[in-house]
């Protein structure tokens, strides 16, 4: 092992990953652009955007120079009774960008605890409205929210990575996944379990909540914007608030701005993340309606919720300079072209055994195989090609920055097909 992983696998635990049998891991020392310098020198092509947030790539000279000024002012104030310039003008980006019916922006640490604020939102709303007996969420199955305690209970409680403490969460309402994939028509009956769920809970049920047209970590899976639309329409009727998580998707990933977009429909509370700070630092934020926000506050209180570091005014000036570098280029060409070369580059994918299914949608590709990997053996072929890309369970995927040249994609695509055809295609009995 080098100086830095040794030093690593001594005291520090990673995500999702075990002490007892780590993971491999390899050790940064810098990164610019679209490339990942290894400690043994070695520059790997960032396929993951660090999470589906750098969609700048690194050291981007317009974001640097934004937490350069702000740092110079001050790093931080409580949020608590003083206000600051990065966080007002977020705000007001925000609410330019998004529909014109979202007015409020609270802002959170992470993505995890935006879905948090949501919750909390939708249940004191009708604790506001006189109908505290209103407190459960309706989703679907195959969703994944978030790691934190209400968040988990609305990831899929089944195929989510939440079993373990499925008895400490609070239980909502599930019914099973959509459907229709994206690009496939709605069937008569596709909606008849939400049909059947209204019906049996309404009076319990606060609001629903989903990812719009992508489920992202439940299973990288695109459905169809139809399916979406009747969604909202039956929940509307049943007088429930909406609230979408476009943490993983908003900004542009799916070649809209927001996946919502898709759709055409409007939730009543939004949460956003990830891409916000083009992958710089830690922020997230929770959009409402006016009517929610006057909801949640109607007997006179507050609403209950105030993170240490809310609108930390560093996050929120880089924040405020992401956003606005998106809206300046050329971003819809930019995905367009994702696409094309995603969709052009994973397809020789698709007649490798061991492989269930090939899709594409905007800055999102995925290989998605028929049976578990050997996931040690993947990552370190994919390595070994020159691309970071970050497999789990059955799905190997890519969430490239926007910035990423055709011969980025071409290296991240072959060393994908490449790493599945030495591992899984070469191996039937390991994906079966």
Known sequence: MTGLVARDREHVWHPYASVVSPAPLWGVVDAHGTRLTLEDGRELVDGMSSWWAAIHGYRHPVLDRALHEQVDTFSHVMFGGLTHEPAVALAELLVAVTPQELTRVFFADSGSVAVEVAVKMCLQYWQGRGRPDRNRMLTVRGGYHGDT????????????????????????????????AYGEPLLDGDLDQVRAALAEHRDRLAAVIVEPVVQGAGGMRFYSPDYLRELVQLCREAGLLVVFDEIATGFGRTGTLFAMEHAGVVPDVLCVGKALTGGTMTLAATLCTTEVAEGVCATGGGFMHGPTFMANPLACAVAAASVQLLLDGDWPSDLARLERRLLAGLAPARTLPGVADVRVLGGIGVVELAGPPDAARLQEALVARGAWVRPFGRLVYTMPPYISSDEDLRTVTSAIVGAVAETVAAQPAAAG
């Open 149 to 180: 305690a209400g968040a988990m209970s609305v990831c899929d409680p089944v195929t989510g990575m939440h079993g373990l403490f499925r008895e400490y969460v609070a239980e909502q309402v599930f019914v099973e996944r959509p459907r229709p």
